[in-house]
């Protein structure tokens, strides 16, 4: 039997499952706050965030591509007619994946909003030191470590000072019809943050599908590489995968995490529900279209959560839990690192055996 093949379609497999587990592990970004606002029903909000991630994936591959050729440099893997090489590049890649299906599995359990994208990254970057392969940290601090910090910042920014201006404007207007207006404003803010969900978090896995096709040597088999300028590109199979599994896993829940931020943060209402959500989608599309960049749905929906709450009073944010999220997004990237580099000495030494 090829081993190749077999980790080929054991890094599908487990990217998929990756991918379902980003869709339950982050299914309350998208959600939470109708939710807890009874804008939607629980069931109906997933149905349509699942909808909605589904179109999402399909809209492009630009976060995709800064996934499969921006974290790590696997290309003397892929390049390599050797077998034996090729095998290590799908080694790494199969870790990365462990590494950021493990802490995804252990935030999920805390019920602590961690990003799924952060964990990804930090497996890359983990099995590629591990490895000793070439990490390209001028794009991952361009293209991740700016984002993650500046994502949040704008969010909670943004967030906080639309808020205050809509509390302005509909300052004599009638406070439970105007509610009532938002919480159904807050279908479409809903829908446009799941839709951003789908935008940002499934292109990542079809960009570790793509960086497994290429280092099993499939790339030309599925023409990954345009023959003309060499860009890379994401067979339609991979698109419908990947939207397929996130989808499944948005629809099956995340009930713990969406406690965590509908109602432990702060106690919201529908305006400030629309607010946070419709902020969190702009920022989603602005760094999925504009910059190409994988940021993360959960840092930006809960600092936009935390901007319009502190329009109320600071004290009405629970900063304690907030502080509890703040630590999870800083261990990510090193945790997920941690496990993925722990598990490519594990799965190198068992193959090479």
Known sequence: MDLNLVLVVLVIVIALGFDYTNGFHDAANAIATSVSTRALTPRVALLMAAVMNIIGALLGTEVAKTIGKGIIDISHFTASADLAMQREGLVIVLAALVGAVTWNLITWWFGLPSSSSHALIGGLVGAGLASGTTVLWGGIGAQVIVPMFLSPLIGFVVSYLLMKVLLAAFARFAYHRTMRRFRIAQTISAAA????????????????????????????????????????????????????????????????????????????????????????????????????????????????????????RLSAVRWGVAGNIVIAWFLTLPAAAAVAAIIFVIIHALVAV
């Not at 023409?223 to 896993?249: H, Y």
């Open 193 to 312: 943050m799941a839709l951003g969900h789908g935008l940002q978090d499934a292109q990542k896995t079809m960009g570790v599908i793509v960086m497994a096709l290429v280092a099993g040597g499939y790339g030309a088999h599925h023409d990954i590489f345009d023959p003309v300028t060499n860009e890379m590109t994401v067979p339609l199979w991979v698109k419908l995968a990947a939207a397929g599994a996130i989808s499944l896993g948005t629809y099956s829940g995340g009930w713990r995490i969406m406690r965590t931020l509908g109602r432990k943060m702060i106690d919201l209402d529908p305006a400030r529900g629309f607010v946070a959500e419709t902020v969190s989608a702009c920022v989603l599309y602005l760094s999925a279209f504009a910059f190409h960049a994988p940021i993360s749905t959960t840092h930006t929906i809960t600092s936009a959560i935390l901007g319009v709450g502190a329009t109320r």
